[in-house]
């Protein structure tokens, strides 16, 4: 059993997603299993060099993960050919510039999402990707979680019937920073730093919504900026001119409604930070980021409005969680996984630049859907 090295320059690893879901809890958790298991008994190594601004910083998170490479020059990292992927989680206007540097220095490419900070840079990403043959990824998580999983099952499998209707719930009280630190950093509510939520959140719509229930064809969008000052990393108050919170709907082809809500000013009295109901004619089902819960028509009740006695059915008790059949495993490293595969085996990776692409191409519908107060057309985006 050989192990068998693959070089990954690391970049925006310091911040919030890069250390926590890229670094720890995928390439450093492959590398804790002993790797990727391969066909024939080698297994696929990660090797990442660490990239960031801060040296100490950079220094620190690589020394306390056992990783030996780390650097503050992504362009001597770019020219070494120790390295044939580039991975970007810098902030989201980061993107662009150095995802085309590290595509054009032939490294295959993986990033977060948005791809990008426009339809216009995520389009031109997937095509120099193309032109130059490299391969290429965006991360969308959401596809991997087990409640969603569970719910695209349901939907394979035919329990919903004729699927009807949508409606998720997104968000959570993200502190001001003023007398409890905020936590997500204060670049998500200014506009100028590529903050907002309809950026941010309507990106991962459209690839569950594409995926899941069938092709988003139009959207509406209603978003607000419910805390206009906040206080940022340094305790500063600043004005917040990006949206925290959006109020989107979809058309789904074949005619499904999915409602969205998305929202950083939200309490949550919900059994998790993101659920989606789904209801159809022969039964319904709300997934969560682990659980999914079904009640098939049989177990429907049959309320009846009438607010002058107390409510005599417990509705939640009517429903079933279903079982998880298969083992889960973080939804970051197995998207992970299958990238490296793909770069080192060829095996199929659905979740490239175009489809990146499209995840750009509806928020930024979302906003103009806002701004022009109209639904938007969806068009194809060509491949
Ligand atoms: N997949 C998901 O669910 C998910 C969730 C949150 C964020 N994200 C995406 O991940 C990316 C990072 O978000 P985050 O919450 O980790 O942000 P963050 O602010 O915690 O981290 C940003 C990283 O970029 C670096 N950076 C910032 N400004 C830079 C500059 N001018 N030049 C070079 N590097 C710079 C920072 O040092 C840090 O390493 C964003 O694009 C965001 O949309 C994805």
């Not at 200014?190 to 988003?216: K, P, Q, S």
């Not at 299958?338 to 750009?360: N, S, Y």
């Amino acid at each position: 059993m050989a192990k068998k090295s693959i070089g990954i320059i690391l970049n925006g690893v310091t911040g919030r997603m890069g250390t926590n879901q890229h670094l720890v809890r995928s390439i450093v958790a492959i590398r804790n299993q002993g790797g990727i298991p391969l066909p024939g008994g080698d297994s696929l190594w990660p090797e990442p060099v660490l990239v960031g601004r801060n040296e100490s910083k950079v220094r620190q998170l690589a020394e306390s993960h056992g990783i030996a490479r780390w650097s503050t020059n992504l362009e001597a990292c770019l020219a070494d050919p120790a390295s044939s992927i580039y991975f970007d989680a810098q902030t989201t206007v980061q993107r662009v510039p150095a995802v085309q540097a590290a595509i054009l220095a032939g490294k295959h490419v993986y990033c977060e999402k948005p791809s990008a900070d426009s339809l216009a840079g995520a389009l031109a990403l997937a095509e120099l990707a193309r032109q130059q043959g490299v391969k290429h990824g965006v991360v969308q998580d959401k596809l991997f979680l087990p409640g969603i999983r569970k719910l695209k099952r349901l939907v394979d499998g035919g329990f919903f019937g004729k699927i009807l209707s949508v409606r998720g719930e997104f968000g959570y009280w993200v502190f001001e920073g003023g007398w409890q630190p905020a936590q997500r950093p204060s670049w998500n509510y200014r506009a100028e730093d590529g903050g907002g939520i309809i950026t941010d959140m309507v990106c991962h719509w459209r690839y569950v919504l594409d995926n899941t229930f069938g092709a988003v064809k139009r959207v509406s969008c209603l978003g607000a900026t419910h805390i206009p000052e906040r206080w940022d990393e340094a305790g500063k108050p600043y004005h917040c001119t990006a949206e925290d919170a959006a109020y989107a709907c979809f058309e789904i082809d074949g005619g499904v409604v999915a409602q969205m809500n998305s929202s950083w000013a939200v309490r949550v009295h919900r059994g998790e930070l993101l659920e989606i109901q789904v209801d159809g004619t022969e039964g319904s089902a709300v997934a969560g980021l682990r659980g999914c819960k079904t009640q098939h028509r049989a177990n429907c009740p049959k309320p009846v409005w009438n607010p002058d006695v107390p409510n005599p059915i417990d509705f939640r008790a009517g429903w079933q969680e279903i079982p998880d059949n298969q083992e889960f495993d973080n939804a970051f490293k197995t998207q992970w996984e299958l990238f490296l595969k793909h770069v080192e085996l060829g095996t199929p990776f659905p979740h490239d630049l175009m489809e990146g692409a499209r995840g750009v191409q509806l928020g930024e519908l979302a906003l103009a859907s806002w701004r022009e107060r109209r639904w938007m057309d969806v068009p194809e985006l060509e491949a």
